[in-house]
T-cell receptor, first 115, second 111 residues
């Protein structure tokens, strides 16, 4: 079974631009979560989608948004990029809803650099 | 107080020794606990998960959970240089996929 895929793998943008990242979960997984990882802050939860609905949201500004499609693929968008948005953005998928006993599997990540 | 705390390390152990990694969490309602391994420049890889108090073994890895003391640990027996990585502890607090991660412990296994 194929793992979680993310595109693009690397991205360079300038301040003020916007960016869209894509994630395809493991086949059959309906939950997709997004994380930001930086050396200073570690792995921080952005949001989670299940059945095209955002169920959980972390403490990030409204410039960070996402969506999920009917095939469970997800996109996240960051508008008005800032230098501090430079990070590794990770997508994780899991199988079930409504249970604490779900393992999450991570994709390879998208490395975003904001100049 | 952070939801999940880990010693950042680095933790250095000789090859063949037992590496002990620890994690504490603040929310007593936490229900499930996960250990991930992350090599430099790579994404986190799930090693083990544990839900019930006690020990859970998988090959060279043992996860230990003590809900009364709010800590979870990972033991790596017969440590190998290939185990050198950052180990992340993650906690799922509610019934949905909202995970809190610790900052990770860097493990160095010296040949």
């Amino acid at each position: 079974k194929a793992g979680v895929t993310q595109t693009p793998r690397y991205l360079i943008k300038t301040r003020g631009q916007q960016v869209t990242l894509s994630c395809s979960p493991i086949s059959g997984h309906r939950s997709v979560s997004w994380y930001q990882q930086t050396p200073g802050q570690g792995l921080q939860f952005l949001f989670e989608y299940f059945s095209e609905t955002q169920r959980n949201k972390g403490n990030f500004p409204g410039r960070f948004s996402g969506r999920q499609f009917s095939n469970s693929r997800s996109e996240m968008n960051v508008s008005t990029l800032e230098l501090g948005d430079s990070a590794l953005y990770l997508c994780a998928s899991s199988l079930n809803q409504g249970s604490a006993y779900n393992e999450q599997f991570f994709g390879p990540g998208t490395r975003l650099t904001v100049l | 107080q952070k939801e999940v705390e880990q010693n950042s390390g680095p933790l250095s152990v000789p090859e063949g020794a037992i590496a002990s990694l620890n994690c504490t969490y603040s929310d007593r309602g936490s229900q499930s606990f996960f250990w991930y391994r992350q090599y430099s420049g790579k994404s986190p890889e799930l090693i083990m998960f544990i839900y019930s108090n006690g020990d859970k073994e998988d090959g060279r890895f043992t996860a230990q959970l003590n809900k009364a003391s709010q800590y979870v640990s990972l033991l790596i027996r017969d440590s190998q240089p290939s185990d050198s990585a950052t180990y992340l502890c993650a906690v799922n607090i509610n019934n949905f996929n909202k995970f809190y991660f610790g900052s990770g412990t860097k493990l160095n296994v010296k040949p």
